[in-house]
């Protein structure tokens, strides 16, 4: 699924496309899912922002176009017409601008997601609204970190990866942040020292992945096509593998219901 650094990259290489442009033809598959992308035509967008995994297009009129990209969704610029033929079977929505450019939405499985909200109002979309804060606001701090986790039951990777800790991080970037603050993923409660090495290394992780385009495993291209974190990961995926810091191997197991690797050494409980 593409996580924080694949939506920010797509954001940015998107963004000047569409800014300022009105959609004056859109088109979806019929799913509920994708249907309400239709309802921005003669709209115009005045913004791109994005908020954990999702990116919010702010169009005129107080609406914003919401759009989740699921485990596979990929969003295109084609230059052709759009409405009479598609690119394939997977094109679920699509918006013609008035520059003679098209954004395309396409996604294999269908796990994805299109929205059009007031501005601001997402009490329909409960994990955009209940959503933590964002890994890069100043505003965030260790101690906030810490006081987060505190009274919870549940694993610090499982945390991470509900948004409401941190917002925007998915299952490679859980791990490699983890590894990188060498802390447990089973453990259920951490430490003030811990909470600030964690921040760091999530912010790290995410910082690295979005100056590399993103990490490219299966489905996920940019705008420019693959990213190339993916030649860089210390540890998801890497289970049997030697550590890079101990030569440890790693260690992969399922921790509520995701596929989790770790070094026994660096992370120990």
Not at 197 to 202: E, I
Not at 241 to 257: E, M
Request: charged fraction near 30%.
């Amino acid at each position: 699924m593409p996580e924080l650094p694949e939506v920010e990259t797509i954001r940015r290489q998107l963004r000047s496309k569409i800014i300022n442009q009105t959609v004056v033809r859109a088109g979806s598959h019929e799913s509920p899912k994708f249907l309400s992308a239709r309802e921005i035509t003669g709209r115009r967008f005045t913004e791109l922002t994005r908020r954990g995994k999702y990116l919010i297009a702010e169009c005129d009129g107080h609406k914003e176009l919401i759009v989740h990209l699921g485990m596979t969704g990929q969003l295109l610029i084609d230059r052709g017409e759009q409405g009479s033929t598609m690119l394939d079977q997977y094109q679920r929505a699509w918006w013609s601008l008035d520059n003679g450019k098209t954004v395309v939405f396409r996604d294999v499985r269908r796990f994805g997601r299109i929205a059009v909200v007031d501005k601001g109002d997402y009490s329909q979309i409960p994990t955009l609204r209940d959503m933590g804060p964002e890994p890069f606001s100043p505003e965030l701090t260790g101690d906030e970190v810490w006081s987060r986790t505190r009274g919870r039951t549940r694993r610090i990777k499982t945390q991470l990866l509900s948004q409401r800790l941190i917002a925007g991080v998915g299952n490679i970037y859980a791990d490699e942040a983890l590894f990188i603050a060498r802390i447990n993923p089973s453990l259920r409660a951490i430490s003030r020292p811990q909470a600030q090495r964690l921040l760091d290394a999530v912010r790290t992780v995410l910082s690295e992945a979005i100056e590399r385009g993103g990490t490219t495993l299966r489905d996920y291209r940019n705008l420019e096509g693959e990213g190339s974190n993916q030649h860089h990961l210390k540890c998801y995926g890497r289970g049997g593998q030697p550590c890079f810091v101990c030569a440890s191997t790693l260690r992969s197991r399922i921790i509520d219901a995701r596929t989790t690797t770790w070094c026994p050494r660096c992370q120990a409980r």
